[in-house]
């Protein structure tokens, strides 16, 4: 069964830094997600993607933050510099019909 | 924004018999609901989901039920098995406006016990 894969699985860097967490959707879907969840909060919309652009945006999807589809397979979020609050489980997730399909995630851990 | 509320943090059921989550949504535009089931450590995975035109969707030993009057769903899983102990998340999103934006409940840890 197709699923979304993510990589890294744990991302551990110092504040300041610039993170790249990828995603590999599931191949035949058009709309992509980034989506976090903060320990012991509720799972928080970051942006959704189509068409090779952003569909939409939260606030918490500010200038830090980036999305890029480099080919047609990868999906990545981009935080320019870290912040402590940025640690989070960071989901991916991806749709052709009205069901979002998420990946296990990547565990960011930001010093 | 608590647009979506799961009041219940916990339940326990015993094996065999029924599951019953609640959810309730405050945002009138919302017209498409979804429930996920997440282990630890893993991504939250899709169950079952339901339309604003249905009151009820079934699939298998699970079952959702809509009240678009009250703004409630719930979430009935019989005969509950050990392997259904998990954090289950309600989801909701205002379609086609939102580009299929979901918007989370903060999950119900279900254990089921022997």
């Known amino acids: 069964e197709p699923e979304v894969t993510q990589t890294p699985s744990h991302q551990v860097t110092q504040m300041g830094q610039e993170v790249i967490l990828r995603c590999v959707p599931i191949?035949?879907?058009?709309?992509f997600y980034w989506y976090r969840q903060i320990l012991g909060q509720k799972v928080e919309f970051l942006v959704s993607?189509?068409?090779?652009?952003?569909?939409?945006k939260s606030e918490i999807f500010d200038d830090q933050f980036s999305v890029e589809r480099p080919d047609g397979s990868n999906f990545t979020l981009k935080i320019r510099s870290t912040k402590l609050e940025d640690s989070a489980m960071y989901f991916c997730?991806?749709?052709?019909?009205?069901?979002?399909?998420f990946g296990p995630g990547t565990r960011l851990t930001v010093t | 924004d608590q647009q979506v509320k799961q009041n219940s943090p916990s339940l326990s059921v015993q094996e065999g018999r029924i599951s019953i989550l609640n959810c309730d949504y405050t945002?009138?535009?919302?017209?498409?609901f979804l429930w996920y089931k997440k282990y630890p450590a893993e991504g939250p995975t899709f169950l079952i989901s339901?339309?604003?035109?249905?009151d009820k969707n079934e699939d298998g030993r699970f079952t959702v039920f809509l009240n678009k009057s009250a703004k409630h769903l719930s979430l009935h899983i019989v005969p509950s098995q050990p392997g259904d102990s998990a954090v289950y998340f309600c989801?909701?999103?205002?379609?086609?406006?939102?580009?299929?934006?979901?918007?989370f409940g903060a999950g119900t840890q279900v254990v089921v016990t022997p």
């Open positions: 997730a991806s749709r052709a019909g009205n069901e979002q399909y």
């Open positions: 191949s035949n879907h058009l709309y």
């Open positions: 993607f189509y068409n090779n652009e952003i569909s939409e």
């Open positions: 945002n009138s535009m919302f017209d498409y």
């Open positions: 339901i339309s604003s035109i249905k």
């Open positions: 989801a909701a999103s205002a379609r086609p406006d939102s580009w299929g934006k979901l918007q």
